[in-house]
Every structure is written in C-alpha cells, then in structure tokens.
C-alpha cells in the first residue's frame, strides 16, 4: 500500500469503522467521552459501545452526534463528506500504518460476519419454533 493510498483511504469505509471515525472526532474537538454522553444525554457505557462498534445511535442521536463533533453525517458514517482530515503521513512509520490499515479491514470483517450470524441465528429460531 503506497502512503499516499493509506492517506487517502485513513477514513474511508474499508479502513475505518464508525466507531473510529467517532472516538477521532470526539477527541478533535476535545471532549471525553463523559462529556459527549453527557451532551447526548446518554449514559457512558452507551457512547462507549458505539466507539467500540458494538452498537450504534439512532438517528435522532445521529446527527446530534454529528452536530456536537462539527463533522457531517454522511462523513460520521462512511467517512466520505465533510470530517476530520487523514493524518499527516509522517505520523507513523508505514509498517504501521499497513498493520493498522489491515487491522481495520479485519475489524470490518469480523462485524459483517457477526452480522450475519446473527441473521442466520433468528433464522434457525424462526425454524425451530415453526416446527
């Protein structure tokens, strides 16, 4: 992956998750992640598993959050748009950020196939309780 292909993709879909995207413009702006709950008006374990990926805000809350963090909406969730610039790429050395970059991939992965277990899940329920 060339440097300039690891800047230009820092945010994009396959690199970052909403999660990512969130904690990074969260601390952009300087908040903790008590003070946004608290702007949001919810609790911390909830804004916690939205920057862990585990689960996300409503829409509602969406573009609240994206209000709060002054990126857009669009940006908060497929990292296209208007957001936080991909950081310098001298930061860190390019092993690194080809570590990272397949880290994220993985991560990105593992969430759709957990996706889909859990599909393939309530569809075995929906099976078993026709039975």
């Keep these: 992956m060339s440097d300039d292909h690891a800047e230009r993709d820092w945010y994009s879909n396959d690199t970052a998750t909403f999660g990512d995207r969130l904690a990074d413009a969260r601390q952009a702006v300087g908040l903790t992640q008590e003070d946004l709950a608290h702007r949001l008006g919810v609790r911390l374990r909830t804004l916690q598993a939205w920057e862990d990926d585990i689960s996300e805000p409503r829409a509602n809350r969406l573009q609240m959050v994206a209000g709060l963090l002054n990126v857009s909406l669009r940006w908060l969730l497929t990292g296209e748009g208007d957001g936080l610039d991909a950081p ?23 969430a759709r196939c957990s996706d889909r277990l859990g599909r393939l899940e309530k569809r075995l329920r929906a099976a078993r309780s026709a039975e």
């Excluded at 310098?88 to 593992?110: F, G, H, K, N, W």
């Design 88 to 110: 310098a790429v001298d930061e860190l050395p390019r092993e690194v950020t080809e570590i990272l970059s397949d880290m994220r991939q993985l991560q990105s992965e593992i």
